[in-house]
C-alpha cells in the first residue's frame, strides 16, 4: 500500500502562486509515476501533470502549460506542483495520485493510489 498526503492548498488571488506537496508512505515510492489531478464542482476529474519516476518525462495539461511546474524529490519520497500566474479557472480540488508504473499515464484509471485531496481556490 501507499498512502499520500497533500499540503499546500489554500486561498490566493489571481496572479499569485501556491506550491503543492504530496508525501508518500508506503511502498516503494521511487519506482512510481506520480501525477496530479484537479476537480472542480460539477466538472470530471482532469489530469493536470504527470511526471516519470526518475523525473525525466513530464506531461501536462495545455491550460496549465508554462504556469504550472510539477518536480518529485525522491530522497523525501514527495511530489511538488508549483502553480504561477494563477487563474479562477484554476479553482478546484488537486489531487495526487501515484501509479505502480514506472511511466505515467493521463487518465485518472491509470492511477492506484490517492490523496484526499487539498483546495485550491484562486479569487479574481
Known amino acids: 500500500q501507499v498512502q499520500l498526503v497533500e499540503s499546500g492548498g489554500g486561498l490566493v488571488q489571481a496572479g499569485g502562486s501556491l506550491r503543492l506537496s504530496c508525501t508518500a508512505s508506503?511502498?516503494?515510492?521511487?519506482?512510481?509515476?506520480m501525477a496530479w489531478f484537479r476537480q472542480a464542482p460539477g466538472k470530471e476529474r482532469e489530469v493536470v501533470a504527470t511526471i516519470s519516476w526518475s523525473g525525466g518525462s513530464t506531461y501536462y495539461a495545455d491550460s496549465v502549460k508554462g504556469r504550472f511546474t510539477i518536480s518529485r524529490d525522491n530522497a523525501k519520497n514527495t511530489v511538488y506542483l508549483q502553480m504561477n500566474s494563477l487563474k479562477p479557472e484554476d479553482t478546484a480540488v488537486y489531487y495526487c495520485?501515484?501509479?505502480?508504473?514506472?511511466?505515467?499515464?493521463?487518465?485518472?484509471?491509470?492511477?492506484?493510489?490517492w490523496g484526499q485531496g487539498t483546495q485550491v481556490t484562486v479569487s479574481s
Open positions: 508506503g511502498r516503494t515510492f521511487s519506482r512510481r509515476a
Open positions: 495520485a501515484a501509479t505502480t508504473e514506472a511511466v505515467a499515464g493521463t487518465s485518472p484509471y491509470d492511477y492506484d493510489y
